[in-house]
């Protein structure tokens, strides 16, 4: 299962739910209130020091950078694929 910590207005974010929507990818969300500071707390933190989002877990694996991110699902799935290098 895949667990997207993000925010409505972060263009990063936005970039991994584009990925996940044209890949037709079920994914788990998790908002992180960034204009309360969320994301400054420590569990939060935990997983992100960086205190940014969005934070991708999955199996056991935690990805913090949203090229990133895009990469590794694109990487996971083949098709749709979503980089002129795989076409």
Known sequence: MFILYHHGSSVCAAKVRLTFAEKGISWESRYV????GEQFEPDYL???P???VPTLVHDGY?????TIIAEY???????PPLSAYRC
């Open 62 to 66: 935690v990805i913090i950078e949203s």
């Open 33 to 36: 209130e960034i204009l309360k």
């Open 46 to 48: 935990k997983i992100n």
């Open 50 to 52: 960086n205190a940014v």
């Open 73 to 79: 699902i694109n990487d996971l799935f083949d098709a």
